[in-house]
């Protein structure tokens, strides 16, 4: 017969999608930070005007 869902199970189930949440954030937050890095502002920026 199958085993019973039971809370061990489904700690350990909500530790590893938290952890995936977590990595998948790092990965966000780590992107936008590289990106915000390689954008060049204008040296001059009154000159746009």
Known sequence: MAEE???IQA???S???QNKFEY??????LAS???SIQI???EN???IY
């Not at 998948?24 to 937050?29: A, E, P, Q």
């Open 5 to 7: 869902y039971g809370y």
């Open 11 to 13: 700690f350990k189930h």
């Open 15 to 17: 530790r590893q999608y």
């Open 24 to 29: 998948f954030f790092i990965g966000v937050i």
């Open 33 to 35: 930070l590289s990106l």
């Open 40 to 42: 060049k502002f204008p």
């Open 45 to 47: 920026i009154h000159s």
